[in-house]
């Protein structure tokens, strides 16, 4: 027997650090890690112990012969990873920790923001002796994008939260959620009652097509759709025309392939989720039963991963449908994967798309169409969106790299419901640099610098998509923001923080003066509590509060 790592795995790599045997890879110190879609055990050196099950926090680890049906393509992807990359007695060993020198005294460390990044950089704060720290958030909720962005029907996913509760709730840390940064509570004013300060807000905006007609009624970023299915208070009361029969989404990637799931799968299994009532309601009376996926390049290119398109094809009732002429690859793609050097998942990305253009749709079924090698023109309408204008692209080599150029042969998709999907995008932050072209606070690893000298900013950092921008699953946060905490603490052992004038009762002071009735950790469980009792009441895991006045009446209510 051997264990194997299954479609929800977060790349957080918890369970590389406990494997005994070093037979979980790619380790955060590979080069593969930086772009695998999950991570692999291999069976050849496998002891069965069970300690990567016990640690991995989404549940994504079954032994081998206890998989589910739909599971058991996971075993020859971990054989393909092996093959193309066996263990070798040269793979770098597992690295050590920095400890902080116990004369240094207490480190205190203010975290913005509370998702992913924030959670994982306060564990790895807290994991060390004599280090305080303080969570703000301008929700009264925490967890960002694992509450907001995390789709409703990946149960596994949101399981990260019960990790993240060991950060928000460890007794070092403080919580000031429904407090915000450059509002209540100023940037000097945190770097003057802690040694540093850590910036992890994400990246909220999202990017533009910059076609005509995409501000018309109907067109929408995919991430508005995303928060308001997830209930976040600032997109609760958005309304989506979905009348139609036919929504098209821009971009290919994980979100697109979220958003397409709730758009054709039966609101009821939503129901059950934690997906908000308004959203559940809007898609029992929806009249959607096809949406189309554009992606500008080929298959071999596609955004998505190869676990969550494996489980689109398996969804029941729903018929992927893929143009064959469309999974024809071009010559520069075909001599990729002809390459012995070829990683795996791209090849399987191919061959997921040559099965979908080879399946026969079933009657009445509803249908998610993946379209390649086209780009969206125009979105065309009167007062609102009618129509969607789409050129076919080709492939044209530039500087090693494959690139979608217009070939001038066009389409029109009739459609009310238009929805990109083509990225997130950071916003700047009152008092720090921000580099606009990229979208991220302008920082060596972590460490944020002057965009002019390129000299770091004393006490001040950055971690995740905010930092590096807009990449990876949840779990690629831990890497991040191990790496600043990293050079964090370099910088606490080397003398280079200054120390804070300011204490920690201070700062609870400060904080009650100006935000009276701030949510703290006592009060965010008050709102999971009573969450999860209304969930449990109407069948379903969680009910949400959708606006902030009624997160805040749960925060102070005593059950
Ligand atoms: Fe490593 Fe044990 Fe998990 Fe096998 S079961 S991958 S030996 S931790």
């Given at each position: 027997?051997?264990?194997?790592?299954?479609?929800?795995?977060?790349?957080?790599?918890?369970?590389?650090?406990?494997?005994p045997?070093?037979?979980?890879h790619?380790?955060?110190?590979?080069?593969?890690?930086?772009?695998?879609?999950?991570?692999?055990?291999?069976?050849?050196?496998?002891?069965?112990?069970?300690?990567?099950?016990?640690?991995?926090?989404?549940?994504?680890?079954?032994?081998?012969?206890?998989?589910?049906?739909?599971?058991?393509?996971?075993?020859?992807?971990?054989?393909?990873?092996?093959?193309?990359?066996?263990?070798?007695?040269?793979?770098?060993?597992?690295?050590?920790?920095?400890?902080?020198?116990?004369?240094?005294?207490?480190?205190?460390?203010?975290?913005?923001?509370?998702?992913?990044?924030?959670?994982?950089?306060?564990?790895?704060?807290t994991?060390?002796?004599?280090?305080?720290?303080?969570?703000?958030?301008?929700?009264?909720?925490?967890?960002?994008?694992?509450?907001?962005?995390?789709?409703?029907?990946?149960?596994?996913?949101?399981?990260?939260?019960?990790?993240?509760?060991?950060?928000?709730g460890?007794?070092?840390?403080?919580?000031?959620?429904?407090?915000?940064?450059?509002?209540?509570?100023?940037?000097?004013?945190?770097?003057?009652?802690?040694?540093?300060?850590?910036?992890?807000?994400?990246?909220?905006?999202?990017?533009?097509?910059?076609?005509?007609?995409?501000?018309l009624?109907?067109?929408?970023?995919?991430?508005?759709?995303?928060?308001?299915?997830?209930?976040?208070?600032?997109?609760?009361?958005?309304?989506?025309?979905?009348?139609?029969?036919?929504?098209?989404?821009?971009?290919?990637?994980?979100?697109?392939?979220?958003?397409?799931?709730?758009?054709?799968?039966?609101?009821?299994?939503?129901?059950?989720?934690?997906?908000?009532?308004?959203?559940v309601?809007?898609?029992?009376?929806?009249?959607?039963?096809?949406?189309?996926?554009?992606?500008?390049?080929?298959?071999?290119?596609?955004?998505?991963t190869?676990?969550?398109?494996?489980?689109?094809?398996?969804?029941?009732?729903?018929?992927?449908?893929?143009?064959?002429?469309?999974?024809?690859?071009?010559?520069?793609?075909?001599?990729?994967?002809?390459?012995?050097?070829?990683?795996?998942r791209?090849?399987?990305?191919?061959?997921?798309?040559e099965?979908?253009?080879?399946?026969?749709?079933?009657?009445?079924?509803?249908?998610?169409?993946?379209?390649?090698?086209?780009?969206?023109?125009?979105?065309?309408?009167?007062?609102?969106v009618?129509?969607?204008?789409?050129?076919?692209?080709?492939?044209?080599?530039?500087?090693?790299?494959?690139?979608?150029?217009?070939?001038?042969?066009?389409?029109?998709?009739?459609?009310?419901?238009?929805?990109?999907?083509?990225?997130?995008?950071?916003?700047p932050?009152?008092?720090l640099?921000?580099?606009?072209?990229?979208g991220?606070?302008?920082?060596?690893?972590?460490?944020v610098?002057?965009?002019?000298?390129?000299?770091?900013?004393?006490?001040?950092?950055?971690?995740?998509?905010?930092?590096?921008?807009?990449?990876?699953?949840?779990?690629?946060?831990?890497?991040?923001?191990?790496?600043?905490?990293?050079?964090l603490?370099?910088?606490?052992?080397?003398?280079?923080?200054?120390?804070?004038?300011?204490?920690?009762?201070?700062?609870?002071?400060?904080?009650?003066?100006?935000?009276?009735?701030?949510?703290?950790?006592?009060?965010w469980?008050?709102?999971?509590?009573?969450?999860?009792?209304?969930?449990?009441?109407?069948?379903?895991?969680?009910?949400?509060?959708?606006?902030?006045?009624?997160?805040?009446?749960?925060?102070?209510?005593?059950?």
């Amino acid at each position: 027997m051997a264990y194997v790592i299954t479609q929800a795995c977060c790349n957080d790599a918890s369970c590389v650090e406990v494997c005994p045997v070093n037979c979980i890879h790619p380790t955060p110190d590979e080069p593969q890690f930086a772009t695998t879609e999950l991570l692999y055990i291999d069976p050849e050196t496998c002891i069965d112990c069970g300690a990567c099950v016990d640690e991995c926090p989404v549940d994504a680890i079954s032994a081998d012969n206890e998989l589910a049906a739909e599971h058991e393509p996971y075993l020859k992807i971990a054989a393909d990873y092996y093959e193309r990359y066996p263990i070798g007695p040269d793979w770098p060993e597992l690295r050590e920790r920095r400890k902080i020198p116990a004369e240094l005294g207490t480190l205190r460390v203010a975290i913005v923001g509370s998702g992913p990044a924030a959670c994982y950089a306060a564990m790895e704060l807290t994991s060390r002796p004599r280090v305080e720290v303080d969570i703000f958030d301008r929700l009264p909720t925490p967890y960002g994008l694992v509450r907001a962005g995390v789709a409703p029907d990946h149960k596994s996913t949101k399981a990260v939260g019960d990790l993240f509760r060991s950060a928000i709730g460890h007794k070092n840390t403080q919580c000031y959620f429904d407090v915000e940064v450059g509002t209540h509570i100023s940037h000097d004013e945190l770097l003057a009652h802690h040694h540093a300060v850590i910036y992890a807000v994400g990246a909220a905006g999202d990017r533009h097509l910059d076609v005509p007609g995409e501000e018309l009624p109907g067109s929408h970023a995919a991430t508005e759709f995303v928060s308001w299915y997830n209930g976040h208070p600032d997109y609760a009361d958005r309304q989506f025309d979905l009348s139609g029969e036919c929504a098209v989404i821009i971009g290919n990637g994980n979100v697109a392939l979220d958003v397409a799931r709730a758009l054709v799968m039966d609101p009821e299994i939503f129901a059950r989720t934690d997906m908000a009532d308004h959203a559940v309601e809007a898609l029992r009376n929806s009249n959607i039963r096809e949406v189309v996926i554009v992606g500008r390049r080929g298959p071999a290119q596609a955004a998505y991963t190869n676990p969550e398109l494996l489980a689109l094809g398996q969804l029941r009732g729903i018929d992927v449908i893929v143009d064959p002429a469309e999974v024809e690859l071009d010559p520069a793609s075909r001599a990729l994967l002809d390459d012995p050097d070829c990683e795996p998942r791209i090849a399987l990305k191919v061959e997921q798309a040559e099965g979908f253009a080879r399946r026969t749709p079933t009657e009445g079924n509803k249908r998610i169409v993946l379209r390649y090698l086209a780009s969206p023109v125009e979105i065309n309408g009167d007062g609102k969106v009618e129509s969607i204008t789409l050129e076919r692209n080709e492939l044209v080599e530039v500087d090693g790299r494959l690139e979608a150029r217009p070939t001038g042969e066009r389409e029109t998709i009739e459609t009310g419901l238009v929805l990109r999907s083509i990225g997130y995008r950071g916003t700047p932050l009152a008092d720090l640099p921000f580099d606009e072209r990229r979208g991220v606070i302008p920082n060596k690893e972590g460490r944020v610098v002057d965009p002019q000298t390129g000299e770091p900013l004393t006490g001040v950092y950055t971690a995740g998509w905010i930092k590096r921008g807009p990449s990876g699953v949840i779990g690629t946060n831990k890497q991040c923001s191990a790496q600043t905490v990293e050079r964090l603490i370099d910088d606490f052992v080397a003398g280079r923080l200054a120390t804070p004038a300011e204490d920690r009762e201070k700062l609870a002071t400060l904080v009650a003066e100006r935000r009276p009735g701030f949510v703290d950790y006592s009060g965010w469980q008050r709102i999971d509590k009573q969450e999860r009792s209304r969930g449990a009441a109407a069948g379903k895991a969680r009910q949400k509060f959708v606006s902030v006045a009624e997160m805040l009446e749960a925060s102070r209510l005593e059950s």
